[in-house]
């Protein structure tokens, strides 16, 4: 073996070893792809959809956030898929295998539109864990690194809609390991095992809901206190109101 084939074999081991551990610098700035296209962007989403048995979503190659769908709740109209390829590459999706992990995420949503999981206090939540419970799958399918993705959603903040990334990204890992236990499931069978995540995880969860509950009831309190006071709008009998009228007046 020449010295230019073991250096070739040891980027090749180093990059194998992180495809699921990834820190911030193996994100970004090791395994990048910017080569790609929209067209072959697209063509992820065409397969990921094949996969699932779902109708391809209208894709939109514009968005606010990293990505987004709108679900046609109707049937009367196409889903739209919406994602901004430059924000992805900023926060750490750049190359095939993390995008694909996204695409994954967003037609799931589509695959359990209808669902209700019942598992715990926030169903939106669970909708949430459940796409990411298959992110887990399908990686484990079909063999995709799942680092940046990971990575990616950790760093994401507890909303009303969607619990605290730590958890997102642990649950990709435990769907992940219940792969490697049962490696005959396929994606419905496997679903069996995301109850045993959100149970393990109910107490905090719902804590965490309650904490975001309370936290946006105090950002809109704090908006509240410093909303301008406008003097036309306090009712007659108010007593700075009738201050106020009575200070103009005399002028
Ligand atoms: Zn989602």
């Known amino acids: 073996m020449t010295q230019e084939e073991l250096f070739e074999h040891m980027r090749e081991w180093k990059a194998f070893v992180r495809r699921h551990n990834a820190n911030i610098f193996d994100v970004m700035f090791k395994d990048i792809d910017y080569s790609l296209k929209?067209?072959?962007?697209c063509s992820i989403i065409s397969d990921i959809?094949?996969?699932f048995g779902l109708d391809i979503p209208n894709i939109k190659t514009h968005c606010d956030t990293l990505t987004k769908?709108?679900?046609?709740s109707n049937h009367e109209n196409c889903s739209e898929l919406y994602y901004n390829w430059q924000l992805l590459q900023k926060s750490g999706i750049n190359n095939r295998d993390a995008f694909t992990l996204c695409m994954v995420h967003e037609l799931t949503h589509l695959y359990f539109k209808d669902t209700r999981f019942l598992l715990c206090s926030n169903e939106r939540w669970c909708h949430e864990l459940a796409t990411d419970y298959v992110v887990g799958i399908y990686s484990a399918l079909k063999g995709i690194a799942t680092s940046k993705y990971k990575y990616v959603v950790r760093q994401l903040p507890k909303t009303l809609t969607h619990?605290?990334?730590v958890h997102r990204a642990d649950v990709v890992?435990?769907?992940r390991e219940c792969m490697f236990r049962f490696p005959w499931c396929d994606v419905d069978s496997a679903m069996a095992g995301l109850?045993?995540?959100?149970?393990g995880r109910q107490k905090l969860l719902n804590e965490e809901?309650?904490?975001?509950?309370r936290d946006i009831k105090e950002k809109k309190d704090v908006i509240l206190q410093n909303k301008p006071i406008v003097i036309e709008d306090l009712s007659d009998n108010n007593l700075l109101k009738q201050a106020v009228l009575k200070?103009?007046?005399s002028k």
């Open 163 to 165: 619990p605290k990334g």
């Open 209 to 213: 809901l309650v904490q975001c509950v």
């Open 38 to 41: 929209d067209n072959e962007l």
């Open 195 to 199: 109850p045993a995540f959100v149970y």
């Open 49 to 51: 959809a094949l996969f």
């Open 247 to 249: 200070y103009k007046n």
């Open 173 to 175: 890992e435990f769907a």
């Open 69 to 72: 769908i709108e679900l046609d």
